[in-house]
Structures are given as C-alpha cells and as structure tokens.
C-alpha cells in the first residue's frame, strides 16, 4: 500500500471513529475533537498535489484515485454513512479546518446528530451522484447513473466519460473479486490490530449487514469484548484469532430464526422462545458443516447461553463442562445485551449493567473471568 492510500484509509478509520463517538455521546467530546484533529493529519498527507482528495460512492464501493479502495469495517462505514445522506461524491480540497471535518463527521454520524445536513463548505463539497451497474448490462455496456440532486455544484464538475472510466474499472475489480464480503477473518484481524495499535476497537461500529443489523453490531461488540478479556489473560497469535472468530459466529444460528421473531418488539410467545432458543443448535450445526471453522467457534456458538450455575439452554447431560471461551462469550453477550438499546428496552447504563454483573459473578456468570472482564472493560476508552 503507497503511503498516500495509508493516509487515506487512517483519515476514513479517524473519520468514522469520530462519528460513532459522536452517535454514542456528542459531537462536542473531546474524543471526537481529538479524532477529528488526526483526520485533519492524515487528510493533509492524503492529498495530491493540488491539495485535493476526492471520494466516490460506485456500486456500494468507495472508488479512490480511479480504484475501489479495500474494503475494511471503516471503509463500509463510511460507504453507509454517505449512503445515508444520499452523498455520492466528497471532494475535500486544500486548507479544510477541524470545524469542516467535525461537519463531515456530523453528517456521517448516526442518532443524535442525524438532523446535520450534508451541505458543501468553502473545503468540503458533496455531490448527489449515485452510480450504479446494471446487474446482468455488461456485454451491453449499459449502465444507469442517476442523478438524483442537481443542486450541487460538483456535479457539473463529474464528466461523463469521468463516469465510465470509473465504472470500467470497477466492473474490471468485480470480475476479479471471490468475494464481495469482507471475511470474518479479516474484521477479526483489523479488530486484533486496532487493539495493538491503540485505537478503540470498540468504536468500530459495525456496518449494516444483511437481514438483522443487531444481531450483526451484537457480534462484534461480543468479539471485541472477547478479544479484550482474551488480551488481559495474556492471550495472542492464533488463539486469541480463533477467539475472536468464535465470538463473530457466535449467534450465527440466528440466521435460522425467522425475521418476525427476531424483530418482534414485545415479548415472544412460548411457541416463538422455543425457536429462539434454539438458535445456539442451529449454529453449531451450521458451523460444524462449514469448512475452515475453528472447532472453537462450533463449542462456542453451542454452549454460549449456557450459564456458570448450570441453568441457561440447551439443556444438556450434567456434568457438562462449558468451555472457558464459551463463558467468556456468555459474559460479553449478557453485557452487550444489557448495555444495548432494543426495541421493547432502554440501555442500561455502565454503572448498572456492572452492579448486575457482579451480583450474577459466581452464579450464571464466572466469577474469575467476570472481574476480568470488568477489568478489561475499563480499560476501554469508548466506554469511560
Ligand atoms: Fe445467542
Ligand atoms: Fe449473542
């Protein structure tokens, strides 16, 4: 990767850490005026040498000196957060201030700051482009790019013949992709590196994906709470990357579950809580027939409600010795569980949830690895 690229994708990680701070205190915390600063860092070294960087939305991708850039958890964010806006193009040009990237930041921001408009500044300009590839157009040649705002400026500035370079490469890149999807793998890994270079892993906050977006914010939440209790029992290398994984796959079998149940705001009915329940079966059997899963992640998508005290699901044969992982994932689910904002329930804040957990330590939870956690999790920024 030439240094430049680095210095892009550093200001899109600053720039999205930012805006999940944002979304998660306010626009005003300090954390949040300490990331813009290093957003405004690396942006400097990013742009070329008329001072400018310019961003596209091509086809779900963020397109980048005529390529797509890698995709990684910030990336995909930043991808969402311009989608949100109906931003399809970002010019950031020469002498951009900290208070224009905080704009930026409160554009891409969910919840509290979702009302900030995504209108272009003397540095920032946005363009309302959405270019799309046509599924199935290609031998044609067709392609579709709406234009669904004229208002902006920079959108005179998009040539067509701009437009088709763009999207000629992408379909070259898409040809040659196994995948669309980052892997479970990678987001471990950039989770793992996030960890070793200091920055908040738990404020990646994870992209929508597919069918249930909790269920898929709910897996990494728990796989960087895994990684941080793993991290403080002075786990590494492989392990600790099997950890991880097991924790992303977690509630895998959820997939199993019907959306309606799922999403049901109220309570489930008894018919409703026995398919529920048996989410962490289904995972386990999904998992086992999967090639390239960790064993680990199979014992850990099956006995993770089980509890220290022996009650939780499924039920099985005593004795049964949960895996250590396992409860190290029931600590981190009960945690995010409680500390997330559903439907039918408000949060809970840290004070509460850690007066609960220390009251289940030595009955449903274990009382060794729940002070580990509860040690762990302090020394998580994002949560202080
Ligand atoms: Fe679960
Ligand atoms: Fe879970």
């Given at each position: 990767m030439t240094p430049r690229l680095e210095n892009v994708h550093a200001f899109v990680r600053r720039l999205t850490t930012a805006a999940a701070n944002a979304a998660l205190y306010s626009l005003g915390h300090r954390q949040v005026s300490h990331l813009c600063n290093l957003a405004q860092v690396h942006l400097q070294r990013a742009q070329d040498e008329d001072g400018e960087l310019a961003l596209m939305l091509v086809d779900d991708q963020l397109i980048f000196d005529n390529l797509p850039l890698e995709n990684n958890l910030s990336i995909e964010q930043m991808i969402q957060g311009l989608k949100r806006r109906g931003v399809g193009t970002l010019k950031l040009l020469a002498g951009i201030e900290v208070d224009e990237i905080r704009d930026l930041v409160a554009v891409l921001a969910r919840g509290a700051q979702s009302s900030a408009e995504a209108v272009s500044s003397p540095h920032i300009r946005y363009g309302k482009i959405e270019i799309r590839y046509a599924e199935g157009a290609s031998d044609r040649g067709d392609t579709t790019a709406s234009q669904?705002?004229?208002?902006?400026?920079t959108l005179a500035e998009i040539q067509q013949d701009e437009l088709s370079e763009f999207i000629d490469l992408y379909r070259a890149t898409r040809r040659s992709q196994r995948l669309n999807v980052v892997g479970i793998s990678d987001i471990v890994s950039s989770f793992v590196d996030a960890f070793s270079s200091n920055a908040?892993?738990?404020?990646?906050l994870a992209p929508l994906r597919g069918l249930d977006e909790y269920t898929y914010t709910h897996s990494t939440n728990v796989c960087i709470l895994n990684l941080a209790q793993a991290r403080l029992l002075g786990i590494e290398g492989q392990v600790l990357h099997e950890i991880g994984v097991a924790a992303m796959l977690h509630d895998v079998g959820k997939l199993f579950v019907p959306v309606e149940i799922l999403q049901k705001p109220g309570q489930l009915d008894d018919q409703e809580w026995a398919i529920m329940q048996d989410h962490p079966r289904k995972g386990a059997e999904y998992l086992f027939g999967t090639?390239?899963?960790?064993?680990l992640a199979v014992v850990t998508a099956y006995e993770h409600h089980m509890r220290y005290d022996g009650s939780g699901y499924p039920k099985v044969t005593r004795p049964w010795l949960q895996h250590l992982v396992s409860q190290m994932t029931t600590i981190s689910d009960f945690f995010d569980a409680l500390r997330t904002h559903r439907s039918y329930r408000k949060s809970l804040t840290l004070d509460t949830v850690t007066g609960i957990m220390l009251e289940q330590a030595g009955t449903t939870l274990h009382p060794a690895l729940t002070r580990n956690f509860l040690k762990a999790i302090s020394q998580l920024d994002s949560l202080k």
């Open positions: 669904i705002f004229d208002q902006f400026p908040d892993p738990l404020l990646a090639p390239g899963v960790p064993r």
